[in-house]
């Protein structure tokens, strides 16, 4: 069970998806690994792009006021067939304000699979998503 004090920190964060605009590919301040399936349920569909004769898999957010922004992002090999129980890195990027970021993704992560928290458009969600022209 997730302590009062780490869902407050969470709380005071609300990120919201941004589609439609290319991942920040910097150095990785860290790195999870999981099924995929639980990124998606937690995140929703990644958008994709090639790199490196590779299939970059990423969700990008922003805090709500626009000030800060991560991306979560994942490098398959081109054949790869990913199911729901293939099993991705997902490594997250950001310039300023990377614990804040790890700390939220990884309290979403677990939230849902522990079943504490919905998945993505189930429910109630403080999530928004909206194309960047």
């Not at 990120?15 to 991942?23: E, I, M, Q, S």
């Not at 990008?60 to 991560?70: L, P, Q, V």
């Not at 614990?99 to 939230?111: M, P, V």
């Amino acid at each position: 069970m997730r302590t009062a004090t780490a869902v407050k920190a969470a709380e005071q964060h609300v990120f919201a998806r941004v589609l439609g605009k290319r991942p920040r590919l910097r150095t990785s301040k860290s790195s999870t690994v999981d099924q995929f399936g639980l990124f998606v349920d937690t995140f929703g569909p990644p958008e994709r792009a090639k790199h490196r004769n590779r299939n970059l898999l990423f969700w990008n957010f922003y805090r709500e006021d626009g000030a800060k922004g991560f991306s979560l992002f994942a490098e398959v090999p081109r054949q790869t067939k990913l199911h729901p129980r293939s099993e991705v890195q997902v490594q997250l990027s950001a310039g300023a304000g990377a614990t804040s970021f790890r700390n939220w993704t990884a309290l979403r992560l677990a939230g849902v699979e522990s079943g504490e928290d919905n998945p993505l458009f189930i429910g109630a969600r403080v999530f928004l998503m909206e194309p960047i022209n």
